[in-house]
């Protein structure tokens, strides 16, 4: 009898972890959207998510910058920590799928009024009787041993679809994070180039004003010697001015756009980044290989994440659809019992108990079958809501596809307007200065000039701010450096292995 529970234990945990669910087959729903027009990826062309960053993004500068936002961004240490509470939420759930086994020590004492217990047979058998002075009777048992208690046996599979459903959890939050990663490292970019931008505008400006300084003067000379109208000296006042608004307007600009900057970093900007000479001060991204793989879409981490809520989701139904089924719940000890503290340990004094129970559902007033409808009901949200985030990075990856040749278009044919807009207020100048034309010429040459300059830095950053919107779009940011062909990384899939500050943990449902 002794050896009964230990064996009777053993077939139950094998029943156990044998079980099957319940769970509905997933099947990945089919794309909602087209392929991508723009064609296959050309045989060794790279991926954009195979890209690292430091080589997608050449200025060292900028690195720097990504670097620290990696190390500080609150948002990113969020989405950190929610894949640690989600890790440990998944710990707590497959927990379940094993007894809680506790040793345990009992000193058991009752007392009862005499007459109640004769000595002879109403006594618990082993225990001891002491008798009371006051006409009651004191029993004493004690006890030690190991067991477990109220352990389900997950016949049904209605535990281990909670389990696969904290897995699915743990791995969208994962990732979650991944996908907040990739949109620090664009958003960071982006601001970076908006803050290089509105520097080279601030430094044209200042040329502007300074030409515009020396032309007032020039006609506040020609005004005085009787040789140019009033109107004239009032409208070089204006261009001065304006360009004086608009020095005030850049300084407030570039001071907002740090601010913007230094949030995304989490932590101030370094002493040692220049931001002068803004965009010329060189290449800051690189160019993006021609073609798109077939899997970019699916290969995004915001989509990996839907997909992984989905199947969370169905896992839920098959732990909803367990409850129409009996549970069998064991509590089981093995130890030593005994009247006396002294012979708890003694030979002979071997107990065990088996308590095995079932509950049959009968009536529970609808309550388990709206629980699976509900289910259900969130299993077809969350199909909606991986269909949206396929469609959201289809839109994504088409508008920059869409935005990429009509900017080189467009930067194209800005610098040829600006290379006239140069030459036409040179001559205008030349002839204002030498009394040909009058002031009005001159200063709509020099407005259409400074407005070409302007519009020229603001496509310059459309362009590269689209070359990093792409860089997103199409999942890069995700690598610090590019692996090399012994290094490269395997295509991602919905159960890829994720490893947590060095401890990978297994990603396979059981």
């Not at 800051?284 to 969370?312: K, N, T």
């Not at 006396?340 to 308590?355: D, R, Y």
Request: net charge neutral; aromatic share 8%; with cysteine.
């Amino acid at each position: 009898m002794v050896y009964k529970l230990p064996r009777t234990l053993a077939v139950a945990l094998a029943v156990s972890l044998g079980a099957c669910t319940l769970e509905p087959h997933y099947h990945r729903p089919e794309s909602p959207v087209p392929r991508l027009g723009a064609g296959a990826q050309e045989q060794g062309a790279r991926a954009a998510a195979d890209t690292g960053w430091r080589e997608f993004f050449p200025d060292p500068q900028l690195q720097e910058l990504i670097a620290l936002a990696l190390a500080n961004n609150r948002d990113l240490r969020v989405a950190v920590l929610n894949v640690e509470s989600a890790q440990a939420r998944y710990r707590v759930q497959r927990a379940e799928l094993f007894p809680t086994i506790a040793a345990t020590g009992t000193e058991q004492v009752e007392r009862f009024p005499s007459g109640v217990f004769s000595f002879g047979g109403g006594a618990a058998a082993g225990s001891s009787t002491t008798p009371v002075t006051a006409g009651g009777t004191i029993f004493r048992f004690f006890d030690a041993g190991v067991g477990f208690t109220n352990y389900e046996l997950d016949v049904f599979g209605r535990i281990r679809s909670l389990d696969h459903a904290a897995l699915q959890q743990y791995f969208n939050f994962a990732e979650t994070r991944r996908s907040v990663q990739l949109t620090l490292v664009a958003e960071v970019a982006s601001a970076y180039l908006a803050v290089l931008a509105d520097r080279t505008l601030l430094d044209i400006t200042r040329d502007t004003l300074k030409s515009q300084d020396e032309s007032y003067a020039l006609t506040q000379r020609m005004f005085g010697a009787g040789t140019t109208t009033e109107l004239a000296l009032s409208q070089a006042e204006t261009t001065v001015d304006t360009a004086r608004a608009n020095l005030a307007q850049y300084n407030r600009q570039i001071a907002e756009d740090r601010d913007a900057l230094q949030l995304l970093l989490g932590a101030p900007i370094p002493d040692d980044v220049d931001f002068s000479r803004g965009l010329d001060r060189g290449p800051a991204v690189a160019e993006l290989e021609e073609g798109i793989p077939s899997d970019v879409l699916v290969r995004r981490p915001d989509v990996l994440a839907a997909e992984h809520q989905l199947q969370a989701a169905s896992a839920q139904i098959g732990a909803a659809r367990a409850a129409f089924f009996p549970s069998i719940i064991l509590t089981g000890t093995y130890g030593t019992a005994s009247s006396q503290l002294s012979g708890l340990f003694k030979s002979g004094s071997q107990a065990w108990t088996f308590s095995p129970q079932i509950s049959v559902p009968i009536f529970a007033g609808g309550a388990n079958v709206a629980n699976l409808q509900a289910t259900k009901l969130a299993r077809d949200t969350a199909v909606a809501q991986y269909e949206k985030a396929i469609q959201t990075a289809f839109r994504e990856v088409a508008d920059g596809l869409a935005a990429r040749g009509t900017l080189d278009d467009q930067l194209a044919a800005q610098q040829a307007l600006l290379a006239a807009s140069t030459r036409a207020y040179r001559l205008a100048d030349m002839r204002y200065r030498g009394g040909v034309d009058s002031y009005l010429a001159a200063l709509d040459a020099q407005r259409s000039l400074y407005t070409a300059q302007q519009q020229l830095q603001g496509v310059r950053l459309l362009r590269l701010q689209n070359l990093v919107t792409l860089y997103k779009a199409l999942g890069g940011g995700l690598l610090e450096r590019t692996p090399t062909a012994q290094t490269a990384p395997q295509p991602a899939t919905s159960e890829g292995s994720i490893a947590h500050r060095g401890r990978p943990l297994r990603t396979k449902p059981p």
